[in-house]
């Protein structure tokens, strides 16, 4: 298995407070990828990182923030939690940018957020 | 938008095929086409992936249209151990996109 570990593995949290998700990877894997899985609507991508300090947005970006200053640490925070960013957290890594070349995704064991 | 689509379930009898379909009605030319499959309480795993000839691993095989707009994931003999949800993804708009995902179940 990927030596991916997410952190913390279950959190609730009021809104209106600010929440960090962690992804540690021992891989030295140059890309890392926060996505959320949402009843009905499989994986979304929210931010993914090409290198330390170089990420990008995805497809849900709104409301969240990423940060990469070491190769093996990607942080997520949301800000300002709300209620609609209830969901399971994962994080996944690959060597090289997946989609266009011959490259796999390798996922963590997810994170479940609950915001009341 | 992009648009990967996959049905909500299937289900199939122990130790026959199953055929899972995906669409992928706006993938280019050059992106791969992936499948993952994510047990209860697991993250997603990687089951096989291809770019336009069919693929076989020891987990599946692949089969890819030849005009690339749907794929079909194919376990020869099913087990209880394949009931999961399958998720294709590609990365139609320069953006990795999944599938909703099918959850399959197996009776023995």
């Known amino acids: 298995d990927a030596g991916i570990t997410q952190s913390p593995r279950h959190k609730v949290t009021e809104t209106g407070t600010p929440v960090t998700l962690r992804c540690h990877q021992t891989e030295n894997h140059r890309y890392m990828y926060w996505y959320r899985q949402d009843p009905g609507h499989g994986l979304r991508l929210i931010h993914y990182?090409?290198?330390?300090?170089?990420?990008d947005k995805g497809e849900v970006s709104d409301g969240y923030s990423v940060s990469r200053s070491k190769t093996e640490d990607f942080l997520l925070t949301l800000e300002s939690a709300t209620s609609s960013q209830t969901s399971v957290y994962f994080c996944?890594?690959?060597?090289?940018?997946?989609?266009?070349?011959?490259?796999?995704?390798?996922f963590g064991s997810g994170t479940q957020l609950s915001v009341l | 938008d992009a648009k990967t689509t996959q049905p909500n379930s299937m289900e199939s009898n122990e130790e026959e095929p199953v055929h899972l379909p995906c669409n992928h009605s706006t993938i280019s030319g050059t992106d791969y086409i992936h499948w993952y499959r994510q047990l209860p309480s697991q993250g997603p795993e990687y089951v096989i992936h291809g770019l336009t000839s069919n693929v076989n691993n020891r987990m599946a095989s692949l089969a890819i249209a030849e005009d690339r707009k749907s794929s079909t994931l194919i376990l020869h003999r099913a087990t209880l151990r394949d009931a999961a949800v399958y998720y294709c993804?590609?990365?139609?708009?320069?953006?990795?996109?999944f599938g909703g995902g099918t959850r399959l179940m197996v009776k023995p």
């Open positions: 996944a890594i690959s060597e090289r940018r997946v989609g266009s070349t011959n490259e796999k995704l390798f």
């Open positions: 990182s090409y290198g330390v300090k170089d990420t």
């Open positions: 993804m590609d990365n139609a708009g320069n953006m990795l996109t």
